[in-house]
């Protein structure tokens, strides 16, 4: 679900602090909440580390103004690219920079670019077969187990599983109940599914 690419110049880390940054952007970091506790259903959260792959590059060639070590960090997204963009820059340049600190050797200056991007719909393939949103939809529906801790002043979001503020302005009212969601995405599939199971 997650591609994260992380590119360093060539020979700035060891192996062994490569691969401490790349465990720093798996899935289960990157969509964590606030302060490290996580905010989604863990059965999403494995569902979505199943799917994630972190790849580190060392370019031979790098030109960049030398000032300070850069970092860059490509997150493909795919289809929550738009909602989920503020939220993985601040995340995965936490991480980075959290993770650098506790190295030994010289104290250096990192400079984290984050992007985020999209991937078209049926860009995504497994097994051979095109993935579109709606299959990624019920994928997620089926990997909720229904044990996210719910902290005061947060509810559930119906259609994922992540636990998100009781006051979340992404809304629908089906059946005179008000339901809130973390991304239009999710609602709408709530809502396309919501009236699929009403006709049927």
């Known amino acids: 679900m997650l591609l994260v690419e992380l590119m360093v110049p060539k020979g700035a880390f060891t192996p062994e602090e490569r ?102 719909e049926g860009g995504y393939g497994l097994g051979g077969r095109v993935l579109r949103t709606a299959d990624f939809q019920a994928a997620i529906e089926d990997a909720k187990t229904g044990t996210a801790q719910l902290p005061d002043g947060m509810v559930v979001d119906p259609a994922c599983g992540a636990v998100i503020p009781a006051d979340s302005p992404v809304t629908a009212e089906l059946d005179g109940e008000v339901h809130r969601f973390c991304c239009t995405h999710c609602r709408g599939s709530f809502v396309k599914r919501h009236r699929l199971n009403a006709t049927s």
């Open 19 to 120: 691969r401490t940054l790349a465990g720093r952007l798996t899935a289960d970091r990157l969509l964590a909440g606030s302060g490290g506790e996580h905010r989604a259903d863990p059965g999403v959260l494995a569902w979505f580390g199943s799917l994630t792959d972190v790849i580190v590059h060392e370019p031979d060639v790098w030109l960049t103004d030398g000032r300070d070590l850069p970092c860059l960090v490509r997150i493909h997204a795919g289809a929550w690219a738009r909602e989920m963009s503020e939220h993985l820059v601040a995340r995965a340049t936490r991480e980075l920079l959290e993770a650098a600190a506790e190295f030994d050797g010289p104290e250096r200056a990192m400079r984290v670019t984050v992007n985020v991007h999209p991937v078209p």
